[in-house]
């Protein structure tokens, strides 16, 4: 940024900063949410003191007065923010801190990513129970979404939720956009050419497309597809990849040499028959897992981590973080955030008692899964590698192990035992790992769902129907999720925590069924 145009920026915020934060409602706002908050001022560049707070509704306008022209405050709740003291030590800041907020800050380039992006956040949060929420613009091109600290439970496997900061906001983040990223490329995708997206992302085309079929990651070949027309017929076209041989007019009462008309190069695979002009998905670098050119990210939290208040002004944009109804960001626009034009909204809704109890469970396992797969991939790996005929062998990798329709005979203990129904709490989490279970073992859906609602009329009180087929529903859609390990506290919370010898000797139920598949078969 050249200094003509910091210049303009900066004079131009600095022209309506003591107007704008002298508004009653902007005023009231701002003092109250900042209660138990560290709030820190910016004077345009940079920041002020740590740690800090309003006292005063007053202490806004002072600020002001002092070259002030946003507020930041924290995502944690403190007794008193003026005690934090970067000497303290670990246990000393837990003491302090009361809570924390969940904040998913939704980073990107292109503001309309951002929309779909949160839009597919919130859809994922409802899945998981929560309803109050907060949704606010960045005041840039991102969103800021809030779960109040009231949502969640106290205290989950003998751990003070307060306490796990940022630890478990952390895992909550890499969660959730493990489980949006597939589907924001999915969706963009089908909604926009390729074309529109190279536009959208200031990119040339061809930046955005790559010589590999993502359907079997084979090298793609570059081939002319020609369009021939009969000069004759004049209205027959013919069109044709990787041949160069004049074809003849297919009319039987012509049967002429037809002409040329236009010749293009373009991308094929040979084995899956793809072309890129039929089949631009299977070419667009944005598709591939490694490489996802949407740029729309979850900003990981840290200690003391600090976002912009609602209502605060942007200095780059000089625009307003207004607060937005959940279910009109597909609706919103840049010029709905310019200062003095909106309605003061309520950010923090008051959730219900332990609203946010199953993301963050979800969250959890999730995390203790990914940290064990590749140690359990390879450990299924090694078994089958031994005890496989040599033919069998190549590309025996665990995920790919399928067992039609498999007895009872292989299953663990512990997912025995769940199956038998369940007679106290813990139905929603028990679904879960039959579900994960039968799915990494690859049963069909059809098989799926038929064993769910056996095991459902066994409950001591049956989940509603509804809830079930959105949890295959989701299922279907994020089909790689192992259920959770058996050192994981959950089988004990169950009261399944019953192991066999083999149990002991392996990490995960599914392993453990295949080397029981296996193990009955020799």
């Known amino acids: ?190 909604n926009q050419s390729l074309k529109e997206l190279a536009e959208k992302t200031e990119k040339k085309e061809s930046e955005l497309i790559i010589d590999e079929c993502l359907s079997c990651n084979r090298e793609a070949i570059k081939k002319f597809q020609i369009t ?37 190069e373009i991308l094929f695979c040979d084995y899956c028959n793809f072309n890129f002009k039929d089949n631009p998905e299977m070419f667009a670098k944005f598709k591939q897992k490694s490489e996802i050119l949407i740029e729309a990210d979850l900003v990981l939290v840290s200690p003391r981590h600090l976002f912009r208040m609602p209502y605060s002004l942007h200095e780059k944009t000089a625009l307003v973080s207004i607060v937005i109804e959940k279910d009109k960001i597909e609706d919103f626009q840049i010029s709905d955030a310019k200062p003095f034009k909106f309605q003061v909204r309520n950010y923090y809704n008051k959730p219900k008692e332990n609203e946010a109890k199953n993301l963050l469970l979800q969250a959890l396992d999730w995390y203790e899964q990914k940290k064990q797969e590749e140690l359990i991939i390879q450990e299924k790996k090694e078994y089958l590698s031994k005890n496989l005929p040599i033919e069998n062998k190549k590309d025996s990798g665990f995920k790919k192990i399928q067992i039609s329709n498999p007895s009872e005979e292989i299953f663990t203990p512990q997912i025995k035992l769940l199956l038998q129904g369940m007679n106290q709490d813990g139905r929603k989490r028990a679904l879960m790992i039959l579900i994960s279970f039968f799915k990494s073992l690859g049963l069909s859906d059809l098989e799926i769902e038929k064993r769910i609602f056996e095991w459902n009329e066994k409950n001591y009180i049956p989940i509603k129907k509804g809830y079930i ?30 192991p066999d010898k083999l149990a002991m000797e392996t990490k995960n139920p599914v392993g453990y069924s295949i080397k029981k598949y296996f193990m009955m078969r020799k």
């Open 1 to 190: 940024m050249d200094n003509n145009e910091k210049s303009f920026k900066e004079n131009r915020i600095r022209e309506i900063v003591t107007i704008y934060y002298s508004q009653p409602e902007i005023k009231r706002f701002l003092y109250e949410f900042a209660e138990k908050r560290e709030v820190v001022p910016r004077y345009y560049e940079s920041f002020g003191k740590r740690p800090d707070t309003f006292q005063f509704q007053n202490d806004i306008l002072e600020h002001v007065k002092r070259g002030a022209t946003s507020f930041h405050c924290s995502q944690e709740l403190w007794k008193d923010p003026l005690e934090i003291n970067l000497e303290l030590s670990r246990k000393e800041f837990d003491e302090l801190r009361e809570g924390w907020d969940l904040l998913l800050d939704i980073d990107s380039k292109y503001l309309e990513y951002s929309k779909i992006y949160a839009k597919l956040l919130i859809e994922a949060l409802e899945f998981h129970g929560i309803k109050n929420l907060g949704v606010k613009f960045s005041g840039s091109k991102g969103f800021h979404i809030i779960i109040p600290w009231e949502a969640f439970p106290k205290e989950v496997y003998n751990q003070k939720t307060k306490d796990m900061f940022p630890e478990w906001p952390k895992m909550i983040c890499q969660y959730l956009d493990n489980m949006i990223k597939p589907r924001l490329t999915e969706y963009i995708f089908q």
């Open 228 to 264: 021939w027309i009969c000069q004759s017929c004049n209205d027959i076209e013919v069109i044709r990849i990787g041949k160069n041989r004049i074809p003849k007019c297919p009319n039987e009462n012509c049967r002429k040499d037809m002409t040329e008309l236009f010749k293009e």
């Open 469 to 498: 087929i959105s949890q295959l529903s989701w299922y279907k859609k994020n089909p790689n999720r192992l259920p959770p390990n058996f050192n994981n506290p959950i089988y004990k919370e169950l009261g399944v925590d019953k």
